[in-house]
């Protein structure tokens, strides 16, 4: 199961353009260098309004999740809801998609990638594990 459809609204235009492009854009501060998360309309530390779009590195780790578990006509489905840290700082709240639910542990390493729920619908960020380090 993959994400629901999202559309964009003047709050969330630049956010979308960016996903669309495969970059997961938060607010950087141009008073004190802070990283705040993309709805963030003010700095997350001093609260001033001077922001700028500054492309994430991709990079997260699992703070928490749930497993949903829906029952469905054609059987179960299972999928992961969970909070993410950036390595950023900010937190993100979405799924974890590919990753069975005995794989999950805190602080895992995740990656972020994206997801349309159809070609007419916004990207939409998810997570799934990052390759283990080698
Ligand atoms: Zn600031």
Do not use: K
Request: aromatic fraction near 8%.
């Amino acid at each position: 199961m993959t994400v629901g459809p999202m559309a964009r609204d003047a709050a969330t235009a630049e956010f979308f353009d960016g996903t669309a492009a495969g970059q997961f854009l938060l607010r950087h501060c141009l008073a004190c260098d802070a990283i705040s998360a993309p709805q963030a309309a003010q700095c997350e530390q001093c609260a001033a309004t001077a922001l700028e779009w500054r492309p994430a590195a991709g990079d997260a780790t699992l703070i928490s999740w749930t497993v949903v578990h829906r029952r469905t006509d054609n059987g179960e489905v299972l999928y992961v809801l969970c909070i993410a840290q950036l390595a950023e700082g900010p937190w993100w709240w979405s799924r974890v998609e590919g990753a069975r639910p005995e794989e999950l542990r805190p602080d895992a390493p995740l990656r972020i990638e994206y997801r349309r729920h159809s070609p007419h619908d916004e990207a939409v960020p998810v997570f799934v594990l990052a390759p283990a380090m080698p």
